[in-house]
Nanobody
Framework: QVQLVESGGGLVQPGESLRLSCALS????????MGWYRQAPGKQRELVAH???????NYADSVKGRFTISRDNAKDTVHMQMNNLKTEDTAVYYC?????????WGQGTQVTVSS
């Protein structure tokens, strides 16, 4: 059974940084497309960034230039470095792994940006 465990959320001030991590267990990490989504209160879940098994990346326009997604296939882990955080980045962030019909979600980690 594939499982995802996220870490790295927290409370920061505007302009500060956080690094989210997500570890996959139970399958071959390198074959999955990995991604981060977020959901703010009262809003739909939205894609933040994803990275394919070959390392190609895609970002939401709202985070381009501030967030960087990367993967460490040796450690079965995906990271997202979030710089220059804004109050509108406040949300629960979810890790996602996709391979064919398999679509797995983590439990979510809270990111709060507030002064």
């Amino acid at each position: 059974q594939v499982q995802l465990v996220e870490s790295g959320g927290g409370l920061v001030q505007p302009g500060e940084s956080l690094r989210l991590s997500c570890a996959l267990s139970g399958s071959i990490f390198g074959t999955y497309r990995m991604g981060w989504y977020r959901q703010a209160p009262g809003k739909q879940r939205e894609l933040v960034a994803h990275i394919t098994s070959s390392g190609s990346t895609n970002y939401a326009d709202s985070v381009k230039g501030r967030f960087t997604i990367s993967r460490d296939n040796a450690k079965d882990t995906v990271h997202m470095q979030m710089n220059n955080l804004k109050t509108e980045d406040t949300a629960v962030y979810y890790c996602n792994a996709v391979l064919g019909i398999h679509n797995v979600w983590g439990q979510g980690t809270q990111v709060t940006v507030s002064s």
